[in-house]
Nanobody
Framework: QVRMVESGGELVQAGGSLRLSCAAS????????MGWFRQSPGKEREFVAA????????YYADSVKGRFTISRDNAKNTVYLQMNSLEPEDTAVYFC???????????????????WGQGTQVTVSS
């Protein structure tokens, strides 16, 4: 069983930055590929970014490419999402997700992930 807790979400003005963290426990973190997803009211959950278990492969949604950076520290059992140049459209609950990783693979669909955190709210004001 993998338990994950997100933190770092808050209210920020457009153009600002936030760093989300997702701390995992109960497993060998380095064996899991990780992803970030987000969900706004009335919308489906959408993919944001993914990182392979070793951190050598990364993929971003087009909507955040160049503004967001996903990273991981396997020694700290934590994955991060650095968000810069935030826009009101980035307002959502952000979730981290984990699944058993194979080699350098990353995963883009929420159905491919096994474990989820409870989410952290990010609100970007205009």
């Amino acid at each position: 069983q993998v338990r994950m807790v997100e933190s770092g979400g808050e209210l920020v003005q457009a153009g600002g930055s936030l760093r989300l963290s997702c701390a995992a426990s109960g497993t060998t973190f380095g064996r899991y590929a990780m992803g970030w997803f987000r969900q706004s009211p009335g919308k489906e959950r959408e993919f944001v970014a993914a990182i392979s278990r070793t951190g050598d492969n990364i993929y971003y949604a087009d909507s955040v490419k160049g503004r967001f950076t996903i990273s991981r520290d396997n020694a700290k059992n934590t994955v991060y999402l650095q968000m810069n140049s935030l826009e009101p459209e980035d307002t959502a609950v952000y979730f981290c997700a984990a699944r058993w990783g194979v080699s350098s693979s990353y995963y883009l669909r929420d159905t491919e992930y096994t474990y989820w955190g409870q989410g952290t709210q990010v609100t970007v004001s205009s």
